[in-house]
């Protein structure tokens, strides 16, 4: 983990790279999560992070499936949906600077109970059709891109 101050200069100055889980259950709905950290605070987004310097892409798949959802599933099970951007005025620590993400996509099918997923990131999570997360205002545009 960086220090504080040069995460939020690393932040300030560089597009972050990260992946999102798509997560789909047998009932083809999506997994949402009710974000507890700014960027994003406030609204339902698929689970995901940063990857972390010298991180293997396949390693950080399966350490962001054991930290977002308390599950485990190997990269190969998923399916790469694409490179996406995310800008968001704001950042972790603040509105003083602008995040930007550069996004990697991975739809995974998991049936998981809502109630063993862990908090660190979503204070409550919920399962959606794409129509109903299309359809709602609280549902962050950059999970809509996912969709649309």
Known sequence: MLELETFKTVVASTP???IDLIIRNSQDQVLLG???NRP???YWFV???RIQKDERLDDAFRRLVTVELGTTAEFDQASFLGPYQHFYPDNFSGDTFSTHYV???YELMLDIDLNDLPVQQH????WCTVDELLASEQVHQHTKDYFS
């Open 16 to 18: 972050l790279v990260s």
């Open 34 to 36: 009710l974000r507890n």
């Open 40 to 42: 994003a605070q406030g």
């Open 47 to 49: 689970p995901g992070g």
């Open 103 to 105: 996004v990697l996509g």
């Open 123 to 126: 204070q409550d999570y919920r």
